[in-house]
């Protein structure tokens, strides 16, 4: 179980660069080609539809060649993506690139955490937390690594950076051996699964009853918001900066890694505060400051008020998306296997739209009208975590039902 944890850590790590590495490099990317930020949220939106094709995909590719075997074509589909990223291929081919980058790691995150949800049953919060830890890693890593690549005029450099890490994941996902848990690894759905699957499949039962549909629902739109209001903030960050703030390129790109550098570091304790506290007051109290700080960015004019409030918005966003998934898939007990793809799948819709509309903003209205924009999400997604504090069981449930 260890080596999968610190296998499935490296795996987020890639990951985290492959999230960020975009948004990293968009300004100079789009001035390469000669694109406006429109057409930069369209590439992040083809980016997570890939994201969300390889999240549906993924129970498929397990049943066909196993969770290591789905998990090495994805990651081989990312390697090759972010190479042909390197090229610079006409702007049209652009797109089917960030499809295909998408579809790697949409895929390796939704097995990855769907394996670690349904395997560990205790501190289950701290195990995604150390997950997400590695995605922050590699996520503040990249844009270190972008900022003095674009100083040089080498910033192409940085997707083949991503895809010599991708590279080693590869490699330990090929030349690993987890002990007890290989069969499961590696188990196929036999001829006579997949039938029996075919001939049962009008009569299976959903594992969803009565008022869990509505709790789904809740959470589907919670995730939607959630990953959509970061993905924004992430690819679109570095060029606010530039707007608000007069900041050269490559000292814009540094603030993607402050916010991850908080990010990491919340996640540190995210999950030991979370089983303390229980899950859904973390959410709930995690949800609150974060739309308290993005009503506040606007009134950052300095550069060090504006770099603090981005940090803060790090440290408290650190744990949200973990923490509810975890949160949503114990309070949805006998479906662990499906809410997490759910979960996941929905964060990737919202991460292929709200940067869309946000590329839109950013052509079409002022910066501060922006920040607005997305502290309207942050004000939703409130909403929702205190729908969700005030349906779900008392603190003492909380105790026995979903602190596990």
């Known amino acids: 179980m260890k080596k999968l944890i610190w296998i499935g850590c490296l795996s987020y790590f890639v990951i985290g660069l492959a999230h960020?590495?975009?948004?990293?490099?968009?300004?100079v990317l789009l001035n390469h080609y000669d694109q406006n930020y429109s057409a930069g949220g369209e590439l992040i939106f083809s980016q997570f539809a890939?994201?969300?094709a390889g999240v549906l995909v993924s129970p498929l590719l397990n049943r066909r060649f196993g969770k290591r075997g789905a998990i090495l074509i994805a990651t081989g589909l990312l390697l090759g993506a972010e190479i042909a990223y390197s090229f610079l291929p006409p702007w049209e081919?652009?797109?089917v690139v960030a499809v295909a980058a998408g579809f790697g790691f949409g895929m390796i995150e939704a097995i990855i955490g769907t394996i670690i949800i349904a395997a560990i049953t205790k501190g289950t919060?701290?195990?995604m937390s150390r997950l997400e830890v590695l995605f922050g890693v590699g996520a503040l890593v990249m844009p270190l690594i972008a900022s003095p690549l674009i100083a040089a005029g080498w910033w192409r450099v940085s997707f083949l950076i991503v895809a010599a890490f991708t590279l080693i994941s590869l490699f330990f996902w090929g030349k690993g051996h987890f002990g007890n848990l290989q069969p499961v690894l590696d188990e196929r759905a036999s001829r006579r699964d997949k039938e029996t699957s075919i001939s049962n499949k009008s009569i299976k039962r959903s594992p969803y009853a009565g008022k869990q549909w509505g709790m789904l629902g809740l959470f589907i739109v919670f995730f939607f918001l959630y990953v959509g209001t970061e993905m924004s903030l992430v690819n679109f960050m570095p060029a606010i900066f530039i707007a608000k703030l007069g900041m050269s390129e490559s000292g814009a790109a540094l603030t993607v890694t402050f916010f991850w550098l908080a990010m990491?570091?919340?996640?540190?304790?995210?999950?030991?505060?979370?089983?303390?506290?229980?899950?859904r007051v973390y959410v709930l109290g995690s949800c609150f400051v974060t739309l308290l700080l993005f009503a506040l960015f606007p009134f950052a004019s300095h550069p060090f008020a504006a770099f603090a409030v981005i940090a803060l918005l790090g440290l408290f966003?650190?744990?949200i998306f973990s923490i509810a998934l975890v949160f949503s898939s114990k309070l949805l007990p006998g479906a662990e296997e499906s809410t997490p793809s759910i979960m996941i799948a929905a964060g990737g819709i919202g991460g292929a739209i709200?940067?869309?509309?946000?590329?839109?903003?950013?052509d079409h209205l002022e910066v501060a009208q922006v920040a607005g924009l997305l502290a309207a999400f942050a004000a939703v997604l409130f909403l929702l975590s205190l729908a969700a504090w005030r349906i779900s069981p008392g603190r003492s449930s909380v105790q026995k039902r979903l602190t596990l």
Do not use: C
């Open 125 to 127: 919060a701290v195990a």
């Open 20 to 27: 960020v590495v975009l948004g990293s490099i968009l300004p």
């Open 354 to 362: 709200l940067p869309l509309l946000t590329g839109w903003a950013m």
């Open 317 to 319: 966003m650190s744990g």
């Open 50 to 52: 890939g994201f969300l």
């Open 93 to 95: 081919w652009m797109y």
């Open 264 to 279: 990491s570091a919340g996640r540190l304790f995210a999950g030991l505060i979370a089983e303390k506290i229980s899950y």
